[in-house]
């Protein structure tokens, strides 16, 4: 390779090195925000799915339209992932659930959350019943209500759906994501012990459960059962919906500030490797130049 060709490398990799530290600088700022409401909305989404475990032997819960199992229907899937790549493996991890649930070779549709995820749908000519993008970092409840509003649409009419699951990253720390699948319809009691063992922080003063999650609690409702549960119920698939959404930009954020970390020291390292080379090749371009004049002086001597 000519010195011309090793010093633009050079010069070029430098430049990348400093965009990558520039997107780690974004992403770091945009990880704290994404993490701090994940954690604070934990305790809230734990206490919500707590009022349900409390009531789900309930006559008037075991017997509502979102809680009965079905034994026909297809799935609708719904998939969250990010409007952006540079993020390690946070999205090609979700998609990897969907291509396995794909080969499983059960009918279902998609709900897909985020760019990557509507790609990937008409790339494999999945069914698609709706695609939401650009969701912003500050996601809120009111962002998911559409979303929902379309899951209970759609799961309300009876042989056409028999289940709605949720796939997305779940955030365990900065190094570390892990994809899940969550049922969300029919609401499941099973699933909710599940799912509020996963959300409880594992330190802090809302690592302990005061109420054990099976402990059956007797509750006079007012004005009746239907009435409640007809409200309490959507709320509650709200709340799932809307921690899935957190737990997804905190993994994003996180993953892609770690990318990028990586991608800088990276450039550093190869930048270090050609600066070496180019002083070797030009190390060796003098001497064989010194080499050609002291060669040339003793021809004109003899």
């Given amino acids: 390779m000519a010195l ?10 430098k ?28 305790p809230y989404v734990h ?18 339209p979102l809680v009965v199992k079905r034994e026909t229907g ?5 998939v969250v992932t990010s409007d952006k790549g540079l993020a390690g493996s946070v999205n090609s991890a979700v998609l990897k659930k969907v291509e396995k649930f794909k080969a499983s070779g059960e009918d279902f549709a998609m709900i897909a959350v985020g760019r ?15 695609e939401y993008t650009n969701v912003h970092d500050e996601v809120t409840i009111e962002d998911v209500k559409e979303i929902v ?12 759906y028999k289940k709605v699951e949720i796939i997305y990253q779940n955030f365990l720390s900065t190094f570390e994501q892990e994809a899940t699948m969550r049922k969300v319809l029919p609401l499941d009691t099973a699933e909710v012990h599940f799912m509020m063992r996963g959300i409880r922080p594992r330190h802090g003063k809302f690592s302990e459960d005061t109420v054990p999650a099976d402990k059956m609690i007797d509750h006079t409702i007012e004005p009746s059962a239907e009435v409640v549960f007809n409200t309490l119920i959507p709320q509650l698939i709200e709340i799932i919906v809307f921690h899935a959404f957190l737990e997804s930009k905190a993994s994003e954020h996180s993953a892609r500030m770690v990318a ?6 990276k450039s550093k390292e190869v930048a270090k490797f050609l600066t070496l080379k180019f002083n070797k090749a030009r190390q ?17 001597k003899k």
């Fill in 4 to 13: 011309k060709q090793i010093k633009n490398k050079i010069i070029s990799t």
């Fill in 15 to 42: 430049k990348t090195g400093k965009v990558t530290k520039a997107m780690e600088a974004v992403s770091a700022v945009k990880m704290r925000k994404s993490q701090e409401r994940a954690f604070l909305c934990r």
């Fill in 47 to 64: 206490a919500a799915l707590r009022i349900l475990s409390r009531v789900a032997q309930s006559e008037a819960v075991t017997t509502h």
């Fill in 74 to 78: 297809k799935t609708l899937l719904v």
């Fill in 116 to 130: 990557k995820a509507v790609e990937f749908a008409l790339r494999e000519k999945i069914e698609l019943l709706g």
């Fill in 149 to 160: 509003t379309k899951i209970q649409t759609a799961f309300a009419e009876v042989g056409v």
């Fill in 260 to 265: 990028m970390k990586n991608a800088t020291d």
């Fill in 284 to 300: 060796a371009a003098i001497t064989a130049e010194v080499a050609e004049i002291t060669g040339g002086m003793e021809a004109m």
